[in-house]
């Protein structure tokens, strides 16, 4: 995932859980914000030390980031928004914590909607 789409600063990282938009599933909370600034939208992950040690912690927040940088062309733009990660998501394999991920970004109204006439025009 490019430098220019991670969410870095602790201003950030505030103004999105002061101002911004939750919804959650079992495994993610999403928070999210409007800002016409990030082109196309700013990814944050919070993995607490509640979920794991540091290996856990870090190999959580590298798959959330593989699968958001896979689903980049769906997502709304200009958005931050920042997932954090709960205890269930590390028992989770690659697929089913995609199908999750998917499923709080759609319930938070952050996923395209995608029409499957154009992509079949398109094959």
Known sequence: MHRKLRLRNRED???IYRGGKSFANGQFVVYWSKQ???EPFRLGVSASKKIGNAV???RMRR???EIVRHQA????????FILIVR???TLMKMKDMEKSVLHVLKKAGLLKSTSFSKEKQAD
């Not at 062309?73 to 931050?80: E, G, K, L």
Request: charged share 30%.
């Open 36 to 38: 016409p600034s990030a």
């Open 63 to 65: 798959m959330i980031k």
């Open 87 to 89: 205890k269930p998501a």
């Open 56 to 58: 856990v912690r870090n």
């Open 73 to 80: 062309n769906r997502i709304v733009p200009r958005t931050d």
């Open 13 to 15: 990282f505030s103004r």
